[in-house]
Every structure is written in C-alpha cells, then in structure tokens.
C-alpha cells in the first residue's frame, strides 16, 4: 500500500491513520458489557470474535470517515497534517482498508450465531453511513453516540446470542456517555465547523448550552448504568466503580470552560472513564470471596 508520493505506507503510518492510540476509547466497555453478558468469565472464542468485529467496525467506519472527510480535513488546521490531505496514503488504499475491516465485522458475525450474521450489516451501515450525514444536518453528534452503542449490543449478542432488557439499558447508557463525547470533541472543532458551515450540534445550540449538555447527558448515561446493575444485581464494587466515573466525569466537565488545551485530553479522559467501568466491573463479577450475585 503506498501513498501517492510513491513512498512506503509504513505500519507507522497505519496506526497514525487509524488512531491505534484510540483504540481503547470504548474497548474497556465492551470488555465490561461481555463480563456482564456471561455473567462470569465469557468463553473465550465468542470473545475473540466480538472484539475481532469491534476492531474490525471501529477501523473500517475511521478509514472511511477520513476518506470522506478528505477536503473538510484539508481546511481544519487541527488535521490538515492527516494522511489523505498530505497524500501518505491515496484514497484506493483508504477505501481498501474499510473493505478489508468491513470483511472482518462480517466475518467474525457469522462466525458468531446468526442473530449477529442479520445485525452485522445494521452496524457496518451505521459506522460508514455517519461520515455523511454531518453535511445534512446537527444530529450527526446524535448518531455517533448511537454508533458507540452498537458496542453493548454486540457484547450482548455475542454471548446470549439475543437483546435481553438489560441490554437495552447497557445501550442507552452507552448512548448518552458516546453523544456527550461527541459533543466534547465537536466543542474542539466548533471555529472550523462555522467556518465551513457544517451544522454540528455546538453549532446549531451554541457553544454555552453544549457545555451545559455534557454534564446532563453524563448523569443520565450513569443513571442508566446505576439500573443496568440493579437489574442484574451487581454488587458494591460496581457502583464504586460508577461513583469514581461520576467524579472524573464532573472534573471533565468543569475543564470545558478551557478548551485550548491538548486535542487528546478529551479521549483520554474518556478512556480513563471507560476503564474505571471495566475495573469495577470486573471486580464485581470476577474478584473471588466477593461473589459476582448478591444473596
């Protein structure tokens, strides 16, 4: 794979294209959502399937949005260094990453049990078909949060092979964490936006009401998580895990007054939340003398 300057596409590069670096920024909660699926320790050969699929989503939807986003990216000093505007990487070679990931998702559901074989497709049209609708109108922020559910709802079809009630209060939990970081990270990109009149969400409500968004969206995503463990009974060290998430999430909040700072720090705050999920979890279900169930 070269870029149109003839020199070699290094796995450098790839990752740099790919963001490999953010690669963790919601593995943590599908990690976590599989542990809840089985109830215990997943098997292991459902688990390497969903996060082949997750990979394999995660990458073909980025390779694509930055295919599609070629000239925008062009025009936003905060990506004008991206691969595809530079020409390190032609956009054959982007289309024919987001093949080979899309391959990946689909074969790793059919792999899995034919409920994931018939969502697949649902998902693979949700991680490609967001890079377009930011031309047409706000609720791109919106879609994106609900392309960050889709990791819940495979975690839970790949073990029980269905979408049990606590599935869906996985999904709109994950839904409302994913919109309010997606509406942090449209915050960063809110003078380019304008510029090139993209009708993002901070765009059309303005930049104060957004930030009075994100803290909202955070208390009710960990609300719909408080009942995600009620319902299946969780014991303490979930909830601790959930009180910690609330105070990195309110200290996150507080730092939206100063948006000069690093363009990484939201992913890694949001990073860093997802793993504090994943640890609580893990040590409610897995820790041993504590008892995944109560009772």
Known sequence: MTARTGSAFTPRELGRFLEI???????????????????????????????????????????????????????????????????????????????????ALLGAAALLNPLALLLAPVALALVLGYSATKRWGWGTTLLLGLVEAITPAGAFVAIRASLPPDAGLAVLGVFLWGTAFETVHSLADLASDRRQGLPSLPARIGEEASRRLVPALHALALGAFAALGVYDRLTAPYFVGLGAMAVLAADADRRLGGLGGSAAAPFRRHMLMASVFLVGTAVAILLPGIGPWPG
């Open 21 to 103: 670096q953010n690669l963790g920024l919601n593995l943590s909660f599908a990690l976590a959502f599989l542990l809840i699926a089985a109830r215990g320790w997943p098997p292991w050969w459902p688990v390497l399937l969903a996060v082949v699929a997750f990979v394999g989503a995660r990458n073909a939807g980025h390779a694509f949005n930055r295919w599609t986003d070629r000239e925008l990216d062009r025009a936003n000093p905060r990506t004008q260094d991206r691969a595809l505007v530079t020409g390190r990487l032609s956009g054959r070679g982007a289309l024919l990453l987001t093949a080979v990931n899309a391959a």
